[in-house]
């Protein structure tokens, strides 16, 4: 069976005409998040002690990440699919939902076997470590690096994944890949628009989708011409969400397209692309965007 892989953009997609930033989230900030120890001479210190110094950095790492940035892929993490179920990720790092830093270094983590029973589509994700692993001959040391997990579909993913790839199957074998990694985006200016004095605070596990639509370019032909298309959240097209998301969008390759969202509903948003310049002659390709959307 004939390989295929749908090579990444190198670098990451870069945004086109953009919409306003997406409104910053709020995350819950617990009372203990700004304690930290101040140091005296002759200070005993115990294990506890040390960790509430160690999580005031990581907490407020976390916060500023989650407030500055959208989700996504800072460098790296493409995928491969060099032989059979075998999938390659290489290097790279990313921000997760909900602030961490998630990197894949070298080493036998990169590699994930897909499967036979897996779906078609599955999906491929790198999740932040809630339950980090030891590091074997070295005592009271674990690894905090990101995991690979395949799953039958987005949902099944461990919260806040970074989504990679799309992983096509046929006869439960591994077909395809689809490059489904989106670039982390800044929040700034941040844009306080979505904010109510009443609203409570959301959870630091705010629920959001992502992915990529793939637009057919033989109606923008020339400079001004546009075309719409319905976007769903998942195949099922049914709600995703329990209110209505915010979705951000930025269109890969070279050639700029301004972009609009609108019809924002829980379950599809209507995404417009307008022709900034006029595309080589006799052009149709198809035009990716990657989007975001969560509450």
Same mark, same amino acid.
């Given at each position: 069976?004939?390989?295929?892989?749908?090579?990444?953009?190198?670098?990451?997609?870069?945004?086109?005409?953009?919409?306003?930033?997406?409104?910053?989230?709020?995350?819950?900030?617990?009372?203990?998040?700004?304690?930290?120890?101040?140091?005296?001479?002759?200070?005993?210190?115990?294990?506890?002690?040390?960790?509430?110094a160690?999580n005031?950095?990581?907490?407020w790492?976390?916060?500023?990440?989650?407030?500055?940035?959208?989700?996504?892929?800072?460098?790296?993490? =493409?995928? *491969?699919?060099? %032989?059979?179920?075998?999938?390659?990720?290489?290097? @790279? #790092?990313?921000?997760?939902?909900? /602030?961490?830093?998630?990197?894949?270094?070298?080493?036998?983590g990169?590699?994930?076997?897909?499967?036979?029973?897996?779906?078609?589509p599955?999906?491929?994700?790198?999740?932040?470590?809630?339950?980090?692993?030891?590091?074997?001959g070295?005592?009271y040391?674990?690894?905090?690096?990101?995991?690979?997990?395949v799953?039958?579909?987005?949902?099944?993913?461990?919260?806040?994944?970074?989504?990679?790839?799309?992983?096509?199957?046929?006869?439960?074998?591994?077909?395809?890949?689809?490059d489904?990694?989106?670039?982390?985006?800044?929040?700034?200016?941040?844009?306080?628009?979505?904010?109510?004095?009443?609203?409570?605070?959301? =959870?630091? *596990?705010?629920? %959001?989708?992502?992915?990529?639509?793939?637009?057919? @370019? #033989?109606n923008l032909?020339?400079? /001004?011409?546009?075309?719409?298309?319905?976007?769903?959240?998942h195949?099922?097209?049914?709600?995703?969400?329990?209110?209505?998301?915010?979705?951000?969008?930025?269109?890969?390759?070279?050639?700029?397209?301004?972009t609009?969202?609108?019809?924002?509903?829980?379950?599809?948003?209507?995404?417009?692309?307008?022709?900034?310049?006029?595309p080589?002659?006799?052009?149709?390709e198809?035009?990716?965007?990657?989007?975001?959307?969560?509450?």
């Open positions: 069976m004939t390989k295929s892989h749908t090579p990444p953009s190198d670098p990451l997609p870069v945004p086109a005409v953009k919409n306003a930033p997406p409104p910053a989230p709020t995350p819950t900030i617990n009372a203990d998040t700004a304690y930290t120890l101040l140091y005296q001479d002759g200070m005993f210190l115990t294990a506890g002690e040390m960790t509430t160690q005031y950095l990581v907490n790492l976390q916060l500023q990440n989650e407030l500055l940035y959208t989700p996504g892929v800072l460098s790296g993490l =493409s995928a *491969s699919n060099p %032989s059979g179920n075998n999938l390659s990720v290489t290097t @790279g #790092a990313g921000f997760d939902g909900a /602030g961490h830093f998630v990197i894949l270094p070298e080493g036998a990169t590699t994930i076997t897909v499967p036979s029973t897996a779906t078609n599955s999906y491929l994700g790198l999740a932040y470590p809630l339950v980090p692993t030891p590091v074997n070295m005592p040391t674990v690894n905090m690096a990101g995991a690979l997990y799953a039958n579909s987005i949902d099944q993913l461990p919260a806040n994944s970074i989504l990679l790839a799309q992983i096509n199957i046929v006869n439960g074998g591994v077909d395809s890949l689809k489904l990694r989106t670039p982390v985006d800044t929040r700034l200016p941040a844009n306080l628009s979505s904010m109510e004095p009443d609203a409570a605070p959301s =959870s630091r *596990s705010a629920q %959001s989708r992502d992915g990529v639509v793939d637009i057919s @370019g #033989a032909r020339k400079q /001004g011409d546009s075309v719409s298309q319905v976007v769903y959240y195949a099922q097209q049914t709600a995703a969400f329990d209110r209505i998301p915010q979705v951000f969008v930025t269109v890969r390759g070279n050639l700029p397209y301004a609009s969202v609108s019809d924002v509903r829980p379950a599809q948003f209507t995404l417009t692309l307008t022709a900034v310049l006029a080589v002659a006799d052009s149709a198809t035009i990716s965007v990657n989007w975001l959307a969560y509450v």
